[in-house]
Nanobody
Framework: QVQLVESGGGLVQPGGSLRLSCAASGSIFDFRAMGWYRQAPGKERELVARIMDDGSTNYAAAVKGRFTISRDNAKNTVDLQMNSVKPEDTAVYYC??????????????WGQGTQVTVSS
């Protein structure tokens, strides 16, 4: 079984920076994708950023240019560097990983979530 543990959330002022980290542990063959999602009160969960097994990345339009996703394959971690944060970035942030379980199938895992609050 694979477990994801998120860290780095907290309170930050508008315009500030925050770095989230997600560590994966357990039986891992290879990552198909690792990403960050968020869910704000009254809104559905949305993709923030994702990095695929080929290194390509996807960003939500709302965070593009401000957030950067990165991974460390040796340590099975993925980080989200959040710069120039805005109040609308306030949400619970979830780490999500798609991990190959065989040559043709993968499983999806979710972390417990970490609260990010952008407020003065």
């Amino acid at each position: 079984q694979v477990q994801l543990v998120e860290s780095g959330g907290g309170l930050v002022q508008p315009g500030g920076s925050l770095r989230l980290s997600c560590a994966a542990s357990g039986s891992i063959f290879d990552f198909r994708a690792m990403g960050w999602y968020r869910q704000a009160p009254g809104k559905e969960r949305e993709l923030v950023a994702r990095i695929m097994d080929d290194g390509s990345t996807n960003y939500a339009a709302a965070v593009k240019g401000r957030f950067t996703i990165s991974r460390d394959n040796a340590k099975n971690t993925v980080d989200l560097q959040m710069n120039s944060v805005k109040p609308e970035d306030t949400a619970v942030y979830y780490c999500s990983s798609q991990i190959w379980s065989s040559r043709y199938s993968y499983n999806t895992y979710w972390g417990q979530g970490t609260q990010v609050t952008v407020s003065s």
